[in-house]
């Protein structure tokens, strides 16, 4: 059974709107989520994290919102632009991450459209 | 280079072949880690190490043989793979092996035929 999950599997936005992704977990012992990008032939590339003693995270166009009690999180893109297309994952871990173990979503495959 | 290099990029082989999966990092970093990522599957975690010595394995089958001779480098030696083994195989890395921000390489795409 997963972990962590990430519903949509696509979504697609107008350029200079918000992208909000989703993602919802089960494991009330993880403590620290992470927010990757990846693009075609690369390897995923860290975006933005979040300890779970905070409920937001801001970096620029990026902002990582935190819902302890729905087990929920999201990933808003603030405007969105072309560039950001690409598959984004969530990734959460827990327990102190002692055993460096990233859950990984599926990947939510974002369409920025000009 | 810097940050985490994977190779080779791409590797087709047989199901009688050996070969070996290659990542260095220049980052400093203590932990690396292996992972796999199947189509329409999340990646999964297959092996962690922490100052060279192992400190997970995810009920990997043992057709799959890491090796970390160092900090710096880490291999995935191949041997008797099936098809159901293609897939991308990432490499990472960070600081330690708790918690804290994972760095991938771009992977190696692996054909099994």
């Known amino acids: 059974d997963q972990q962590v999950k990430q519903n949509s599997p696509s979504l697609s936005v107008q350029e200079g709107r918000i992208s909000i992704l989703n993602c919802d977990y089960t494991n009330s012992m993880f403590d620290y989520f992470l927010w990757y990008k990846k693009y075609p032939a690369e390897g995923p590339t860290f975006l933005i994290s979040i300890s779970s003693i905070k409920d937001k995270n801001e970096d620029g166009r990026f902002t990582v919102f935190l819902n302890k009690s729905a087990k929920h999180l999201s990933l808003h893109i603030v405007p969105s632009q072309p560039g950001d297309s690409a598959v984004y994952f969530c990734?959460?871990?827990?327990?102190?991450?002692?055993?460096?173990?990233?859950?990984f979503g599926k990947g939510t495959k974002l369409s920025v459209k000009p | 280079e810097t940050g985490v290099t994977q190779t080779p990029r791409h590797l087709v082989m047989g199901m009688t072949n050996k070969k070996s999966l290659k990542c260095e990092q220049h980052?400093?970093?203590?932990?690396m880690y292996w992972y796999k990522q199947s189509a329409k599957k999340p990646l999964e975690l297959m092996f962690v190490y922490n100052f060279k010595e192992q400190t997970e394995n995810n009920s990997v089958p043992s057709r799959f043989s890491p090796e970390c001779p160092n900090s710096s480098h880490l291999f995935l030696h191949l041997h008797t793979l099936q098809p159901e083994d293609s897939a991308l195989y990432l490499c990472?890395?960070?600081?330690?092996?708790?918690?804290?921000?994972?760095?991938f390489g771009p992977g190696t795409r692996l054909l099994v035929l």
């Open positions: 980052l400093g970093h203590n932990a």
């Open positions: 990472a890395s960070s600081p330690s092996h708790t918690q804290e921000t994972q760095y």
């Open positions: 990734a959460a871990s827990g327990d102190g991450g002692s055993q460096g173990n990233l859950i």
